[in-house]
């Protein structure tokens, strides 16, 4: 089973990803700002709009995470969690284990 200290650990986990992501973006943004050069003549423009892409999509997903985490660690106060929030029934570990902040089985998952 794992434990609500796992949990937590991994929601740290994801708050840092989150926080590394937004620093990074945050660096795009003032390395922009100081470069003179418009977007259409910056050989790097496109380089920075893809990197800024990929780095918007790692924060979104952290921050996606840490909120899932959030529901799970609520769930786990509650006792409800490795309960699957549809049929009722105990979540299997292994499921857990690769998605611990799972609200569903497989199969209650799979229907939606
Ligand atoms: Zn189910």
Not at 66 to 84: H, K, M, T
Not at 104 to 110: I, K, N, Q, R
Request: aromatic share 4%; glycine share 6%; proline share 4%.
């Amino acid at each position: 089973m794992i434990s609500r200290d796992v949990l937590a650990e991994q929601r740290a986990d994801a708050v840092a990803r989150a926080e590394h992501a937004a620093s990074a973006l945050a660096d795009l943004v003032h390395d922009r700002q100081g470069s003179n050069d418009d977007d259409e003549h910056d050989p790097e423009g496109v380089t920075l709009s893809s990197e800024w892409s990929r780095l918007s999509a790692l924060a979104d997903a952290a921050a996606d995470e840490v909120r899932q985490y959030d529901d799970a660690l609520s769930r786990w106060d509650a006792g409800d969690y490795g309960i699957c929030a549809s049929c009722g029934r105990p979540i299997p570990e292994g499921r857990l284990e690769v998605r611990p902040f799972a609200r569903l089985c497989v199969p209650c998952a799979e229907k939606k």
